[in-house]
């Protein structure tokens, strides 16, 4: 991520410690490591939405293709998207079906 060598972090300790003094630097790292890691868990969050986007769009071209060939004679991709939409319809029509 960031090229950063050890006589840089080094000096960047140093900077620390003499700027926020002994007291205040473990509270400081604290909160710094507790911002870092919120921003790569909203960015984790955010890239795995994207697949899930992605994903989505990806079996919808595919049901579409599938549609146009009239769901006859399919390639083995398409006919794995058309199979793991039906087996998610009835997944979620499951809970509304009468006894």
Avoid: C
């Amino acid at each position: 991520m960031f090229d950063i060598g050890f006589w840089e972090l080094l000096l960047i300790g140093v900077m620390a410690l003499l700027v926020l003094g002994p007291e205040r630097l473990p509270g400081a790292l604290r909160s710094t490591l507790k911002t870092v890691r919120s921003v790569r868990n909203v960015a984790s969050g955010f890239k795995e939405e994207v697949e899930h986007q992605l994903r989505v769009h990806e079996l919808h071209e595919n049901l579409k293709k599938a549609e146009q060939q009239g769901l006859k004679d399919l390639s083995p991709e398409l006919q794995s998207s058309v199979d793991e939409l039906k087996k998610s319809a009835e997944s979620v029509q499951e809970p509304y079906k009468k006894p």
